[in-house]
């Protein structure tokens, strides 16, 4: 049974930088075809991809925020980190990481996601 | 960035019915889109994947079509349990893309 639990702080000041940690289980992130995936959801809004890392230590961002997002493996710790440098209010959300599996005939996709963590940007 | 437009914004329907949500991508994505449920306050539950391929343990009411550029999710019977705002999720192309969601609430 795959679980992932998203932890980190709740509020963050402007400016700061949020560090996020996903701790999973089930699955190990140096297994051909896995990869682990960050998603935010804004209050009242859509989701959002932000960035994804695979096991064979490919990285993907999404293009407006990679120069504020660092997404890091441990693989003794199954754990995975997500950084964001200088928040802003905008990015106040529940922060979701996610589990991606591979099969030949569909590619990767996601299928397990943690419960999510809600972030506040406010001084 | 591919845009994916969920149709319609919200719907209102009744235990038993029929009720299909549309999901049109802005270029071809082949095959490579996903459902999602997700009910308040909870995270998001992978419903179908690969358009058509149902998540294990997902009833079989639920069900997924299409290709390219146009997909539908059916729920066939509605229960009660499936009140909630789906989304539909790209992953043929990065950065990867999520529709706006439609909301399905009891009439």
């Known amino acids: 049974q795959i679980t992932l639990r998203e932890s980190g702080p709740t509020l963050v000041k402007p400016t700061q930088t949020l560090t996020l940690t996903c701790t999973f289980s089930g699955f190990s992130l140096s297994s051909s075809g896995v990869g682990v995936g960050w998603i935010r959801q804004p209050p009242g809004k859509a989701l959002e991809w932000l960035a994804l890392?695979?096991?064979?230590?490919?990285?993907r961002y999404r293009p407006s925020l990679k120069n504020r997002l660092t997404i890091a493996k441990d693989t003794s710790k199954n754990q995975v980190v997500l950084t964001m440098t200088n928040m802003d209010p905008v990015d106040t959300a529940t922060y979701y990481c996610?589990?991606?599996?591979?099969?030949?005939?569909?590619?990767?996709?996601?299928?397990?996601w943690g419960q999510g963590t809600l972030v506040t940007v406010s001084s | 960035d591919i845009l994916l437009t969920q149709s319609p914004p919200s719907l209102s329907a009744s235990v038993g019915d029929r009720v299909t949500i549309t999901c049109r991508a802005s270029?071809?994505?082949?095959?490579?889109l996903s459902w999602f449920q997700q009910k308040p306050g909870k995270a998001p539950k992978s419903l179908i994947y690969g358009a058509s391929h149902l998540q294990s343990g997902v009833p079989s009411r639920f069900s997924g079509s299409g290709a390219g550029t146009e997909f539908t999710l059916t729920i066939t019977g509605l229960q009660p349990e499936d009140f909630a705002t789906y989304y539909c999720q790209q992953y043929n192309t990065y950065p990867y893309t999520f529709g706006q969601g439609t909301n399905l609430d009891i009439k």
């Open positions: 270029l071809g994505i082949a095959t490579y």
């Open positions: 890392i695979y096991w064979n230590d490919d990285e």
């Open positions: 996610a589990h991606e599996s591979y099969s030949y005939t569909v590619g990767y996709h996601f299928d397990s």
